[in-house]
């Protein structure tokens, strides 16, 4: 289901235009630009479509993936690896369990001394734990600082050169 912040957030990322206007400025020492700019065409319903089902496409279980449109994944869908991950924080738990998972097969390597399985475990575990930080960041709800009420002193009320207000 696509929500009213799904299509806000789209709006944003419409393709750019080059616009009709005049002949770019010389630049001494480079070709010359050409005189007029192509114009780019309008894209067709189903080019469109596709742009649209390109972000449908990178809700992933952990969040949101953040790879270019028309991109391939690099990490061949190992995701707690990628560093384009969005973690939706509400995933927390789901971290936690896979980090328990991992810490078992990990053992299991140890034990069987499998240290090329070992090594890639190791890795995954760091870059979990760093998902985890971001998850946390993410869910940090700043606390409010009362600043009190700007209070408007009399320049005879106030000590010379202190900035202080002192009651009489």
Not at 9 to 28: F, I, N, Q, T
Not at 55 to 61: G, L, S
Not at 108 to 131: P, V, Y
Not at 145 to 167: A, F, K, N, W, Y
Request: proline share 10%; charged share 30%.
């Amino acid at each position: 289901m696509i929500t009213q912040r799904d299509r806000s957030r789209r709006c944003c990322l419409k393709p750019l235009r080059r616009s009709e206007g005049p002949a770019l400025p010389a630049v001494p020492g480079l070709p010359a630009p050409p005189a007029t700019r192509r114009r780019i065409p309008d894209p067709t319903s189903a080019e469109w479509s596709e742009f649209e089902q390109h972000f449908d496409t990178r809700k992933v279980e952990l969040g949101d993936c953040g790879r270019p449109y028309a991109s391939d994944c690099r990490h061949e869908h190992a995701c707690i690896r990628c560093p384009l991950l969005r973690v939706n924080p509400q995933m927390a738990f789901r971290l936690e369990e896979i980090e328990t998972d991992l810490i078992a097969r990990r053992a299991r390597a140890d034990a069987e001394g499998w240290l090329g399985e070992i090594e890639g475990i190791d890795l995954t575990l760091r870059l979990l734990r760093q998902k985890q930080v971001e998850a946390g960041r993410l869910t940090y709800v700043p606390q409010t600082v009362d600043l009190g009420i700007p209070v408007v002193v009399p320049r005879g009320r106030q000590e010379r050169g202190s900035g202080i207000h002192t009651p009489s």
